[in-house]
């Protein structure tokens, strides 16, 4: 699996848009990233996930590049509860489920 | 949809006693099931993926014969923690997935907090 390198922290005011990075230069082409979110205490809790096109759900956006080698999450209008470590993780490929988890981004929404 | 229930949520047992942790798909048929593990202020950490109804494949530095893994059927994975000590202490993640294939995504359990004592 890739290697992926997200920044240790971020803070964002509520209401605000908080976009998250993620560098995932080595990505192969049948891998997908993945974008998870924990909790204190909970299991992470699975957010969106791209492959070639950028996409959007009830939760986020995801913007991957062109060449695939780094991507950003958007959370449109952060709330306090946003307040989570985020997760960006590519999977597929001979070892498709398996996937490894780097350090995230611990993301603060402040009022 | 997509429901993977984990039991139990915390546990408390006394050091060298045994500990199973449940995980079970509740909506869908988990073809693969993953056991992580994660230390405070710390990342998730893969110990293990099994399969339904072949051995598990363990990561390098997992002993297979303390953290026992049986997935006997497409909705029920077990995690047994034998002869528990203190430094295993920690917080216990499944997830599932309904395939092998890389654009399904998969679903965590919430977790279970093993306090050996």
């Known amino acids: 699996d890739a290697k992926t390198t997200q920044p240790t922290s971020m803070d964002c005011a509520e209401g605000r848009a908080a976009n998250l990075p993620c560098n995932h230069s080595?990505?192969?082409?049948?891998?997908?990233v993945y974008w998870y979110r924990q909790i204190h205490s909970q299991g992470p809790q699975y957010i969106i996930h791209?492959?070639?096109n950028n996409e959007t759900n009830e939760m986020a956006s995801l913007i991957i590049t062109e060449d695939r080698k780094s991507s950003t999450l958007i959370l449109p209008h952060a709330t306090l509860r946003d307040t989570a470590v985020y997760y960006c993780?590519?999977?597929?490929?001979?070892?498709?489920?398996?996937?490894?988890f780097g350090d995230g981004t611990t993301l603060t929404v402040k009022p | 949809g997509a429901v993977v229930s984990q039991h139990p949520s915390r546990v408390i047992c006394k050091s060298g006693t045994s500990v199973k942790i449940e995980c079970r798909s509740l909506?869908?048929?988990?073809?693969?099931m993953f056991w992580y593990r994660q230390f405070p202020k710390q990342s998730l950490m893969l110990m293990a993926t099994?399969?339904?109804?072949?051995?598990?494949?363990?990561e390098q530095g997992v002993e297979k014969d303390k953290f026992l893994i049986n997935h006997a059927s497409l909705t029920l994975s077990t995690l047994t923690v034998t002869s528990a000590h203190p430094e295993d202490s920690s917080f216990y993640i499944c997830?599932?997935?309904?395939?092998?294939?890389?654009?399904?995504?998969?679903?965590f359990g919430s977790g279970t907090r093993l306090t050996v004592v």
């Open positions: 997830s599932a997935t309904r395939s092998g294939l890389a654009n399904y995504g998969y679903t």
């Open positions: 080595t990505i192969s082409g049948n891998e997908y």
């Open positions: 791209g492959l070639k």
């Open positions: 993780i590519v999977r597929g490929g001979t070892n498709a489920g398996k996937s490894t």
């Open positions: 909506d869908f048929q988990a073809t693969t």
């Open positions: 099994s399969n339904e109804g072949s051995k598990a494949t363990y």
